[in-house]
């Protein structure tokens, strides 16, 4: 499945312009740098929602790691891939604590290191090392391409994993002929506080939330394996699949939300930065503008665009708002609408909503009565469709 490309708070002193998320609830499901991504977030005007999807193994308490690494001082790898410059550091300073670094990088100094991208290649020199190549394309693939090309049978190489397997990666090289030693650095499980990843799963089905961020594959598969084992998969995956929507840092890491056929989104640069910027670009773009009225106005996630003016709306009438812009200008009768305000809504509960919510949007025209019949959003001129004048 393919990605697709382009699919609350009022901010003070700051336009939509300025604030491109203002209006909109975002989650953030990363554990490590989840307060530098959602202070990025808050900075163009999103809420933020966080609630970390796994749990990173402390590297020092890691015996898996420690006995890994004994087993690399005892046997040297003849080629070390250092993936990621945060792993590799890791690796290196989890060593330390074990007494282990010295030996540890005696003896990969004696092998060929390749490093995946610049940051890993940073790591490696800082430790003193010098790598034999890097590809331009901070690319796995190219990494194997370029060991395969020049052999590995009987070659043994320890490839630095960075909080998740690489399946293929090793199993190609084991195809080759190669013993491949899989060094497991930041292993990731679930998470201590499931209460928070739960009542994330719910947010997110109950539309409370407009986009959800994933910076590892291990967080975006632990969202859905924790829906799952609460009994929400199914629901969890609709709201993704529909109006909540998925954004990665990069294709790997949407690897295991499209393997449920989640439409996903992801910059052309594996950084979080980049994934920002690009969320402030199709976040909005992604909520079409009415013609209302004689004003334009967008749905954003908890408020709406008036003319470019941000206008908060609580969640109820919010939810009216959104049944009749699912259909602009037609007619919805009062039961429709009650449907979408829940199972204890009362008869005047309806009336009750539109009544705030013309008050919110500073224009009661906005929300047309139609006697008799129900409401409908007062769409201009040109605009309705046909019999519904």
């Not at 697709?4 to 336009?15: C, E, K, M, T």
């Not at 969640?315 to 007619?331: K, S």
Request: with cysteine; proline share 6%; hydrophobic share 45%.
């Amino acid at each position: 499945m393919t990605a697709l490309v382009h699919r609350h708070r009022s901010v003070p002193r700051q336009g939509i312009a300025e604030a491109p998320l203002a209006g909109f609830t975002v989650a953030v499901t990363a554990a490590r740098r989840a307060e530098e991504l959602s202070a990025l977030l808050r900075r163009r005007g999103a809420q933020v929602v966080s609630a970390p999807a796994l749990r990173i193994v402390p590297l020092s308490d890691d015996a898996q790691l420690m006995e890994v690494s004994s087993a690399l001082v005892a046997e040297p790898a003849d080629v070390v891939v250092a993936t990621t410059g945060i792993g590799f550091r890791g690796w290196v300073e989890a060593c330390e604590t074990w007494g282990l670094a010295e030996a540890l990088l005696r003896s990969v100094r004696s092998a060929r290191v390749l490093a995946r991208g610049p940051k890993a290649k940073g790591a490696v020199r800082a430790a003193g090392l010098t790598e034999e190549w890097s590809p331009p394309s901070e690319s796995s693939a190219e990494v194997l391409d370029y060991l395969l090309e020049r052999g590995v049978e009987g070659l043994r190489v320890a490839v630095q994993l960075h909080g998740e397997p690489l399946p293929d990666f090793c199993a190609a090289l084991r195809m080759a002929g190669a013993d491949v030693v899989e060094v497991p650095v930041y292993r990731w499980t679930a998470p201590e506080n499931v209460a928070a990843l739960d009542r994330l799963v719910e947010s997110v089905i109950g539309g409370g939330v407009d986009a959800v961020t994933f910076t590892s594959a291990p967080a975006a598969a632990g969202l859905v394996e924790r829906a799952r084992l609460t009994g929400e998969g199914d629901r969890l995956l609709a709201a993704l699949r529909g109006e909540v929507m998925a954004v990665c840092v990069g294709p790997v890491t949407a690897g295991p939300l499209m393997a449920c056929d989640v439409p996903t989104d992801w910059p052309a640069r594996a950084r979080i930065g980049a994934l920002v910027k690009h969320l402030c670009e199709v976040l909005p773009e992604s909520r079409p503008v009415l013609p209302v009225a004689g004003h334009r106005i967008r749905l954003l996630g908890h408020a709406v665009s008036v003319d470019g003016r941000l206008r908060p709306v609580s969640p109820a009438p919010m939810r009216v708002l959104r049944e009749l812009a699912r259909r602009p200008g037609r007619v919805m009768d009062r039961t429709e609408l009650l449907r979408c305000l829940g199972d204890d809504a009362d008869s005047h509960a309806v009336e009750t909503a539109v009544a705030r919510l013309r008050s919110a949007l500073g224009d009661s025209r906005i929300i047309q009565t139609v006697v008799k019949r129900g409401y409908r959003l007062a769409l201009d001129a040109g605009h309705c469709p046909a019999g519904e004048v």
